[in-house]
């Protein structure tokens, strides 16, 4: 198995079972959406933000917390910026 599919497999399972409901459905339509045009470096961005707990990345991605809870790069402006339809 090579290191990126693995990724993407724990990238999947942490963005699916959360532990808040709505962070589960944020996250997975999100990391559905946008896993298989991410690189490896973005991969790794995007797990780092994912092993931060529902409270602090809700009150990052609503506005509530102070922007600098979560790093500022490529892969938190996609999230930022996602909306569920």
């Given at each position: ?52 707990d ?15 809870l ?16």
């Open positions: 198995m090579n290191k990126i599919y693995s990724l993407k497999k724990k990238i999947k399972y942490r963005s699916e079972y959360r532990g808040i409901k709505e962070m589960d459905i944020l996250l997975s339509k999100f990391v559905n959406k946008y896993i298989d045009t991410l690189n490896y470096d973005d991969l790794i961005k995007l797990y780092e933000i994912l092993k931060n529902d409270d602090k990345i809700f009150k990052w991605y609503s506005g509530i917390g102070h922007k600098d979560l790093p500022s790069n490529n892969v938190s402006k996609l999230l930022k910026d996602f909306k569920i339809k």
